[in-house]
């Protein structure tokens, strides 16, 4: 960075990327074309990125936490799961760039907001969390491929977390929010190990945007709870539809 205004640019960015990240998700997909725009290789924006998305996932969980929600150890069994197949797709992204999936990921993320706007509304009694048993074992699994996506590029990975937590295992939405910053925290440990190890990372700017994304990550955390279910369903919808028209028309 050339410029001290980068580092002011930097910090706000990653503000904004962290309330995203952890009330819904995509801020990688505006973070990562930032770091480009920076100077940065792809490949070295996609690991340094990796920094600020550990310490952001890590306030996050501590500021859950704080307003007492909670969801251990459901969510270790879905992280380890993760932490693996994260291992698999940051080998990937290392050596490959992905721009081609961008559109693929537009739909898919158009496809969520159908489901949350169409799908009818569950009733606080059928609302009942399915977190145990064959719930979780699959869940296991899933998350396993989960983690392959969020180790490769990790940006809109929070739409599919959501869905799949809220519509599967029938968890409230701030419950999913919480299951998804320790899960995302943990399996980001094993992606950001391959990129240190592959010379990807640039400190300094990584963690200049990780004050950003860790501020914007306790703000979101704390504010989500107090709103409830119908403010981060609200956010959820917006943040999907200005994602998907990014990701269709402005590769």
Known sequence: ???????????????????????????????????????????????????????????????????????FPFNIYLGISAFFGSIIGASIAVDIEGETFNKILAIIMLLVVLTIVFKPKMSMQDLTERITGKHLWIGIVAFFFIGIYGGFIN??????????????????????NA??????????????????????????????????NGAGAWFSSRISVGKGDGYVKMFLIIMVIIMAIKLWFFN
């Open 1 to 71: 960075m050339e410029e001290w205004y980068h580092y002011v640019l930097l910090v706000l960015v990653g503000f904004v990327v962290g309330f995203i990240n952890t009330v819904a998700g995509g801020g990688s997909l505006i973070s990562l074309p930032f770091l480009i725009f920076l100077g940065l290789p792809p490949s070295v924006a996609n690991g340094t990125n990796r920094v600020a998305i550990v310490i952001q996932n890590a306030i996050g969980v501590a500021g859950f936490k704080s307003k007492g929600v909670s969801t």
């Open 155 to 176: 940006a809109g990975i929070g739409f599919v977390i959501i869905l799949f937590l809220h519509y599967f295992n029938h968890m409230a939405l701030v419950r999913v």
């Open 179 to 212: 299951t998804k910053v320790a899960v995302v925290f943990m399996y980001t440990l094993s992606a950001l190990a391959v990129f240190i190890f592959n010379d990807k990372v640039i400190w300094e700017v990584g963690l200049v945007l990780a004050i950003g």
